[in-house]
DNA sequence: CTGTTAGCGCCTTCAA
DNA sequence: TTGAAGGCGCTAACAG
């Protein structure tokens, strides 16, 4: 089928160690003459390395994973196409793949991606549930969280600083003159949603306001559950003047309802996208840094897998390291109003 | 560091290949005694199996790349997402990889992929140029298309039916009256594009109408290209007075400028996604079904990798077979009148 | 600088 | 049903 490294030592003439070194990614110790009589056997031939047969031998396949909870958010897919784009540079090659939601199917694909030998995995937690995780760590392969954290693992992270972001909609909010302020949303296992909400809160107590229950309306990071909520919300006798949602998904979900029940709403999200500008109830929008994100996931992980390859090993116990990124908080006018085009 | 099955062998007190047997993917010819002691030594050591070398060895790796050409698009996603988990259930796993709308990088890629051993590619081409998709089954792998065509390549391929959904969009708007309708955004080297703007000219032509040059304003298929068609068109001393949009990317460009020129515009496009609703222009949609392009792109890779398994090779020379995918169109207000709330 | 020689971990005839 | 033995294609000492 495929020529192999011993068709091309044939035709040039040298052995295949003296092959193996030409193909190698950095070349070196070769002379520039067999150099070039063996690339142009190997041209001639038409012959391709086999990356298995290499990554049998030298323990990497130069691929990295990615797990994200779904494929259809664009979020995470902005994150992912920087860092696949970044991971090339440095020769790797990034596998994009998908737990669903499910903290089990995550277990499931990250043991199959071990087992795959990927040099290194990134994650994005589908709950904060993360034994599952450090039990991949402790096969000997780097991990590193990205936009949430996990318990019973200790993995460093990089996330956004969702605490602030929430906390400064808030105030956004308030310094409009809204005092009766919901918060919409929010899978209380994920951690995001728990930063989150613990910012609304904080902003609220520093304005001297007792959140009341009946406007804390958790339950859900989906389009689904915004929608739900939001029912739930406009149901109440005493509805919010404002709200907080816990991320873009459920925001939409609730704009949705909105537009069915033909209500308005005053609300502040998380994520700008190209359709946010369009959402009418749109106030105020905390903006994450997927490339920044995608960017440092990149670095980080590339970091642990050179160390790991080099022999390193730092006392692994003194804990993990969270990178927090700063949110940008956007009023949805400066959008829209024609000095922003696109 | 892991164990292998010569540990698990020791353990158990058998041979490597009885190991090897019972480990296999269908285990057969092991007493289930035998069988039960090794799965116990198996556990009770850690294993697990080493997919390298077993692909080395069996030249299949179980897994199926997906190259789309964008990550950031949720059409594209919902295929891939209902893909990734149709194919495990055959026992692959997907590497999803983006080829950034390049055609070089697409290449780049293909090739890389093929290196790594993947059993088969299923590929949206980032245009019509194809041969480099060519030369990666010629090199023993099952490659099908989806979505778009390409050509240089005698695939088989599974797509919409863009001809009769650009067909139906423009009649609907026919229907409703309108006689100027301009065709907006499109990269002629894209075959749905080519695809969709034929159907809009047969509905305009049937209905009696010779399309004006200055109507047809094509180019791209992003955000940004739609946003600058829009300025074009709307610059026009005569405006039309509908328009069909070339895709989802186009569509909401031409929306974002339109509401940043506080204009109006009706337009007809193509794609759902949880945020139509909101854009204010929409009035037909082309609904392409995601979830049963997923499905039949992956059992139709599934089946040309299990034929090349058997050895099984039909004439590859009479034509590739293009499976045509109903599109459904919706009115606008459907989506949103309550009736269907989500 | 180049060649020889062992495997990496697993599968798979071929015998027993 | 089980074991022995020989690779899959490549890399990495170790000699020369």
Redesign the interface.
């Known amino acids: ?2 020529k192999t490294i011993r068709d091309v030592a044939a035709l040039a003439g040298v052995s295949t160690a003296t092959v193996s070194r030409v193909l190698a990614p950095e070349t070196k110790g070769v002379t520039e003459e067999t150099r070039t009589k063996v690339l142009k056997a190997a041209k001639s031939l038409g012959y ?6 290499r ?2 031998k030298t323990r990497s ?1 130069m ?1 990295v994973a990615f797990i994200v909870p ?5 979020f995470f ?2 994150v ?2 920087e860092m ?2 970044k991971l090339i540079t440095y020769g790797y ?6 737990s ?1 939601n499910s903290t089990e199917v995550e277990k499931k694909r990250t ?7 990927v040099d290194g995995m990134v994650v994005i937690p589908a709950s904060s549930r993360g034994d599952h995780l450090q039990a991949v760590a402790d ?2 392969i780097p991990v590193i969280l990205v936009d949430r954290l996990a318990e019973g693992a200790n993995l460093d992270a990089i996330a956004s600083d969702n605490e602030k972001g929430a906390f400064e909609l808030t105030r956004a909010l308030l310094g409009d003159g809204y005092r009766r302020i919901a918060f919409v949303g929010g899978d209380i296992t994920v951690s995001t949603a728990r930063e989150r909400l613990s910012g609304f809160a904080r902003a609220l107590a520093e304005a001297g306001i007792v959140p009341e229950p009946g406007l804390i309306c958790l339950g859900g990071m989906e ?2 559950d915004g ?1 739900d909520r939001m029912k739930t919300v406009l149901e109440n006798p005493n509805p919010p003047e404002a709200m907080v949602a816990v991320n873009l ?1 459920v925001h ?2 609730m ?3 909105l ?3 033909g209500a308005q709403a005053v609300i502040a999200g998380f994520d700008t996208s ?2 946010t ?4 109830g749109c106030r105020y929008i905390a903006a994450q840094n997927a490339v920044e994100m995608g960017r440092s996931a990149c670095t980080k992980i590339i970091d642990k897998i050179n160390q790991k390859k080099s022999g390193f090993f730092p006392r692994e116990k003194y804990g993990s390291r969270v990178t927090r990124l700063p949110v940008t908080i956007i009023r949805h006018e400066e959008e ?3 000095t922003k ?2």
């Not at 043991?111 to 030998?117: F, K, T």
């Not at 500008?277 to 009418?280: C, I, K, Q, S, W």
Request: proline share 5%; aromatic share 8%.
């Open positions: 089928m495929g391709r390395t086999n990356f298995i047969a990554s049998l396949t691929t779904e494929l259809a958010n664009n897919m902005d992912a196409e696949g784009e090659t990034m596998l994009l793949v998908s669903g043991a199959m991606l071990a087992d795959r030998g096969r000997g389009v689904q929608y998904m939409l979900g704009e949705r309802y537009l069915g029940a190209e359709y500008p369009f959402l009418p829209t109003n024609g085009p696109l």
